[in-house]
């Protein structure tokens, strides 16, 4: 029987192959690392685990069209429990609070005591969310644009809420406003050059009940991706780098293994990240490039601490202004302090996040928080570059981590007694997964980036297809799942025209 070879074992990766087992097909993982998951991942330091991907998921909501393939593929399994935060995040400046409640109508009744003359951009505002949250709750066709083309009522609501912030980014949508912890709580979360329509559309989800949590968090997610695919008779090597993909002029024949093996398959799905397939094959850079041209990738820095759960200030997100002298607190690693470079919180302001809200991460009465920034490509590049000096990086990171616990215990009287667990940066992950400047979550959603797509299929090569977060915005865990299944699609559809093609030999006939 046909093999098809999938090239990383990331969420991606693992969906393609368990599509590719119910279509038939006999696959097999190639994963570089000793798990399977990717970046949908978690670690232990001592006592406590530090869960390093969900902080949502797009389609725990019956009515959401993925909830349907999350199923198929094991990220929710009957019975698992799902945890629904009350709050999406709050936002502070000085002693003044802002939640956004998922009862949006609380979140309008604190806005408009926080600025009653805001009250028109108010109710513009969260009347769209809310528009759109009514739509998420109701069944829907799986395609926005089969909504659009029916011309239903709901097409005109998806219509004016395009027209109105279509062309907007967040900064300008916080201009709207004259309150300013308004302004910032709308570029807090995801970042001022990031389009108006990304918050809209995750707010909504949020108020629909949707994006909500499966119990256990991400390590255990990725288990059972992995487990739905065993069960399916797919075969997982872990510790199998691909070194490259071996091919004639239009057609791969296998791949050969960092370790020299040889491996014969007659479908190959690369489910790495761009720039590790971009090595794999030349071919792939190009495409990329002509795909994404002028889009900017952003990455992170964080820093976990054990906290007591008691003194925790806030219910699961809070993002709070910095008023600290300290200039570290600004500045790129090489000391530079370049306004633009934090992408979310913006400039002067900093995320404290519990995540996810699990028992069973750290011990009896304690949590673990995350401090996460968001950063530029150049921020990013810094980073990288810098850890090929392990004794710079290192100090780098004591520096940093230092400021910012100091700055965090000094804003916040209860967490006196917390403790440094980890820092990481995006050179983690461009070394764990081969991450693009270290970019985990795909391109900045400027405006018009959401529109921006890379295809499955690879020019000249017949039997190679790309599974990958990274192939249209907003990437993220649901674009994992939606193209692995194309690909694996794509590899069925391959291998059924290969076998009716009459005295063709199969590419794996074609070794030696
Ligand atoms: C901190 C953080 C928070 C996030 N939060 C969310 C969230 O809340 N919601 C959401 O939807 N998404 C979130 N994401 C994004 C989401 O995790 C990713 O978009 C998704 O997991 C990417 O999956 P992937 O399979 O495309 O890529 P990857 O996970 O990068 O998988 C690629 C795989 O290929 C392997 N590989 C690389 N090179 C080779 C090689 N040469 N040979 C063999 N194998 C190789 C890698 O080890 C990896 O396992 C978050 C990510 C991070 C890091």
């Known amino acids: 029987m046909e093999k098809t070879i999938i090239i990383g074992g990331g969420v991606a990766g693992l969906c393609a192959g368990i599509f590719g087992q119910l279509s038939g097909q006999n696959c097999v993982i190639l994963e570089k690392q000793k798990v399977a998951g990717g970046l949908l991942s978690g670690w232990s330091r001592g006592e406590y685990h530090i869960d390093n991907c969900m902080h949502w998921l797009v389609g725990t909501h019956p009515q959401n069209p993925l909830y349907d393939r999350w199923r198929k593929v094991g990220m929710l399994d009957q019975g698992l429990p799902i945890i629904k935060n009350t709050v999406f995040y709050e936002s502070q400046i000085g002693r003044e609070k802002l939640a956004l409640h998922r009862d949006i109508k609380k979140t309008a009744s604190a806005m408009l005591r926080l600025s009653p003359g805001d009250s028109k951009a108010i109710s513009e505002l969260l009347g769209c969310v809310s528009a759109l949250a009514e739509l998420m709750r109701s069944p829907r066709p799986r395609h926005l644009y089969q909504h659009i083309a029916k011309g239903s009522k709901e097409a005109k609501i998806y219509t004016s809420i395009f027209l109105r912030y279509g062309r907007k980014t967040l900064d300008e949508l916080a201009r709207d406003f004259h309150h300013p912890l308004l302004r910032a709580i709308l570029t807090d979360f995801i970042g001022a050059p990031f389009s108006a329509l990304s918050w809209i559309w995750t707010y909504a989800s949020f108020v629909a009940g949707d994006s909500d949590l499966p119990k256990g968090g991400s390590v255990l997610a990725a288990k059972r991706l992995e487990n739905r695919f065993l069960s399916l008779g797919g075969e997982l090597c872990t510790g199998a780098e691909v070194k490259r993909i071996l091919h004639t002029d239009n057609m791969a024949v296998g791949v050969e293994l960092k370790s020299g093996e040889l491996i014969s398959g007659d479908a190959i799905i690369c489910a790495t990240d761009p720039a590790v397939t971009a090595q794999m094959l030349p071919d792939v850079a190009s495409l990329y490039q002509s795909c994404f041209k002028g889009l900017e990738t952003f990455s992170a820095i964080h820093l976990a601490f054990a906290v007591e759960e008691g003194a925790l200030p806030f219910e699961n997100t809070l993002i709070f202004d910095l008023n600290s002298q300290n200039p570290l607190l600004y500045a790129t690693p090489f000391g530079h302090a370049v306004s633009g470079h934090f992408i979310s919180p913006p400039q002067g302001r900093l995320m404290l996040k519990v995540y996810p809200p699990e028992t069973g991460f750290a011990p009896r009465g304690e949590c673990v928080v995350q401090c996460i920034r968001f950063v530029s490509q150049e921020v990013a590049d810094q980073w990288i570059s810098l850890s090929a000096d392990k004794e710079k990086y290192k100090s780098a990171k004591q520096n940093y981590a230092h400021a910012v616990a100091e700055e965090i215990m000094r804003r916040f009287s209860s967490l006196h007694k917390m403790k440094y667990l980890d820092m990481w940066t995006p050179a983690t992950y461009t070394r764990y997964t081969?991450?693009?400047?270290?970019?985990?979550l795909g391109h900045i959603?400027?405006?018009?980036?959401?529109?921006?797509?890379?295809?499955?299929?690879?020019?000249?090569?017949?039997?190679?297809?790309?599974?990958?977060?990274?192939?249209?915005?907003?990437?993220?865990?649901?674009?994992?799942?939606?193209?692995?299944?194309?690909?694996?699609?794509?590899?069925?559809?391959?291998?059924?025209?290969?076998?009716?093609?009459?005295?063709?030999?199969?590419?794996?006939?074609?070794?030696?």
Not at 434 to 440: C, N, S
Request: glycine share 10%; net charge positive; charged share 20%.
């Open 434 to 440: 081969g991450a693009y400047r270290g970019a985990f």
């Open 445 to 512: 959603a400027h405006v018009g980036a959401m529109r921006t797509k890379m295809p499955t299929k690879i020019p000249h090569l017949e039997n190679v297809f790309l599974a990958s977060a990274w192939q249209h915005a907003p990437s993220g865990l649901p674009v994992a799942l939606q193209m692995g299944e194309k690909a694996a699609k794509c590899a069925d559809a391959y291998l059924k025209a290969l076998r009716k093609r009459e005295g063709r030999r199969v590419p794996s006939q074609m070794w030696g």
